[in-house]
């Protein structure tokens, strides 16, 4: 079997004998790899202890018949700052978490590395109050990505173009706005949206990740949007980190 080379996201580790870890990476060209890091857990003369979760390396690997082996390691991010702090690690662990759901093994989403890459890029250095902001941005790219946006601009039920002044209805299983012409004809489960709110969920979506800031986001329109994100991968796609509960009642300690 061959060698390739692949940069590649810690996305988790697990203790594997006395010395080695059971790693599973999100690589920019073949996908999810579970790999071996030979003599990890013994220190710093290896440089495979460099692989901690949410790190960001280049590597050469060689592909074995079940797991890869690591040959070779440059680092491009430690992202050292999502490790040491618990609010920082839960936020990045759920983004991980998603991907490692989301990725399939050795097939290739250049698109989903390049978001988890920036997003743990952003997260590291984010301020504390930012995290949920930027957590919240990754799910709504990830809608995108995976093909279940929510539809703003159209009526799910019957087509209609959605006029968006006042209140918008929003409903997961419908996969977006319902207009109030089939909201009198039906019950419907969904969540009333404002015009403001509405722009703000077309922002995180389709704007550039640069241009998005956290301060033109409250906590409360933040939660707003995270929730209908993460019903929607939920819903749509199946998508339930377990991570989630804990960043919950990491949160609620803080509240
Ligand atoms: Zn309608």
């Not at 389709?206 to 301060?215: D, E, M, R, S, V």
Request: glycine share 6%; with cysteine; aromatic share 10%.
């Amino acid at each position: 079997m061959a060698t390739f080379e692949t940069e590649a996201i810690v996305l988790k580790q697990f203790d594997l004998g006395e010395s080695d870890r059971l790693i599973t990476l999100y690589t920019k060209e073949n996908g999810k790899v579970k790999a071996v890091a030979r003599g990890a857990r013994k220190g710093n003369k290896s440089r495979s202890g460099l692989v901690l979760p949410f790190s960001h390396h280049h590597f050469t690997l060689y592909k074995g018949r079940s797991l890869a082996k690591i040959n070779h390691i440059e680092s491009i991010a430690m992202n050292s700052k999502l490790r040491e702090d618990l609010d920082y690690m839960a936020h990045a662990s759920v983004a991980a978490e998603y991907i490692e759901r989301a990725g399939l093994e050795f097939e290739a989403d250049q698109a989903l590395f390049s978001l988890l890459a920036v997003i743990l890029e952003y997260m590291n250095k984010a301020e504390k109050n930012e995290l949920l902001f930027y957590l919240t941005v990754f799910e709504a790219k990830l809608l995108l990505l995976l093909g279940v946006k929510p539809e703003i601009e159209s009526c799910t039920v019957c087509g209609e173009k959605i006029n968006l002044k006042g209140f918008t209805a929003v409903g997961v299983k419908e996969g977006g706005s319902i207009c109030r012409e089939c909201l009198s004809k039906a019950e419907f489960d969904y969540s009333d949206f404002s015009l403001n709110q509405m722009r703000a969920l077309y922002k995180i979506i389709f704007a550039k990740i640069t241009i998005l800031k956290a301060k033109q986001f409250s906590e409360p329109l933040t939660n707003k949007l995270m929730e209908l994100t993460e019903n929607f991968l939920a819903y749509h796609l199946d998508l339930n980190p377990k991570s989630l509960s804990f960043l919950y009642t990491l949160r609620n300690m803080n509240s």
